[in-house]
């Protein structure tokens, strides 16, 4: 902030009355300035703001892609000014990507039920076959009941599969197939933001299981944590934006390997990202390194399964 602004006369800060001795207020930190500014200086403190955080934005981005590991060594060094804060980023991140995949999917989507408007309509018996256990099918709700209250002991399913045919019934009493899916599908991509939240203070607490406690606090495994999920947030952002551009011009065998040959090299940067950003930030040697990242990847992505089932699960058990 430009410091030409005069200095009030009142000593007394405005916004928590302490008494200011030089020019910022020693208790809060305001500058002891007139409230009441020109217009000239609003712009000015508006482009010089802007200007900040756009060079901190994309500075943070060129280091979050291209230099692994380095944005959380300088932030735990104290250097911070410079670049977007850990917690800021991922959020900003992740509402960008999600907001263009839900944006753009759903556009896809409307084009997708406007053609399928003009074909045949899917026909009750489809409806009425998306799940079924072993060799019953039941035509409603109302038989599935019947069956399991009034029925012979080997026409009765256990708790688990009678509720679970039972919601599949219901989820298919009022939607076709087509809706069905497209539901799972927005509901499911709608709560993957809070999965993945949910999900890495796991993903921290696992590297400090993996690390010296005296050397590292779970703190900055948090931050490596923050940071390099905003980096496969922001890859998962980028290739499905180059997806949507390459297939813009029609689909044919020559776009297909161009975009296929991204998605792989894309694939391989996010995976082989992980092992040089462990390397340069807990400092380890490359053997340990690659022995420590291919334990808490498997041990990883064991959990990742077990953590997207349960959202599948709940994403299922919330369609109506």
């Not at 038989?143 to 688990?160: F, H, P, R, T, V």
């Not at 009678?162 to 927005?186: A, G, P, Q």
């Not at 922001?234 to 040959?261: R, V």
Request: hydrophobic content about 45%; charged content about 20%.
């Amino acid at each position: 902030m430009s410091h030409k602004n005069p200095i009030r006369k009142d000593k007394t800060c405005l916004n928590c009355n302490y008494v200011v001795e030089h020019r910022y207020c020693g208790n809060c930190g305001q500058e002891n300035i007139e409230p009441r500014k020109t217009f000239h200086h609003l712009f000015v403190h508006f482009f010089e703001d802007l200007t900040h955080y756009e060079n901190a934005f994309w500075k943070t981005i060129k280091n979050l892609i291209l230099k692994p590991a380095s944005l959380t060594k300088e932030y735990l060094s104290g250097k911070r000014m410079s670049y977007l804060a850990p917690v800021r980023l991922y959020i900003f991140v992740s509402f960008v990507t999600f907001f263009f995949i839900t944006l753009l999917s759903g556009s896809e989507e409307i084009v997708k039920m406007h053609k399928s408007n003009k074909e045949v309509a899917v026909t009750e018996n489809e409806k009425k076959q998306l799940i079924s256990f072993g060799d019953k099918h039941y035509k409603s709700v109302e038989e599935l009941d019947s069956i399991q209250q009034y029925g012979k002991a080997n026409e009765k399913l256990s708790s688990i599969e009678y509720w679970l045919d039972r919601k599949v019934l219901m989820v298919e009493e009022h939607n076709t197939m087509e809706e069905i899916v497209e539901k799972f599908k927005e509901s499911f991509v709608h709560n993957l933001p809070k999965v993945l939240f949910i999900y890495m203070p796991i993903f921290a607490f696992m590297l400090w299981l993996f690390h010296s406690k005296r050397k590292w606090y779970y703190f900055d495994h948090g931050i490596f944590t923050l940071h390099y999920f905003s980096f496969l947030l922001l890859m998962l952002l980028l290739l499905f934006l180059i997806k949507k551009i390459l297939f813009a011009f029609g689909e044919n065998t020559i776009i297909d390997f161009i975009y296929n040959s991204i998605l792989f090299m894309g694939g391989i940067w996010m995976v082989y990202y992980f092992f040089p950003a462990h390397h340069r930030f807990y400092g380890e040697s490359r053997l340990s390194t690659v022995l420590k990242g291919s334990i808490l990847y498997l041990l990883n992505s064991i959990i990742v399964f077990i953590v997207l089932t349960l959202a599948a699960l709940y994403t299922f058990i919330n369609l109506h």
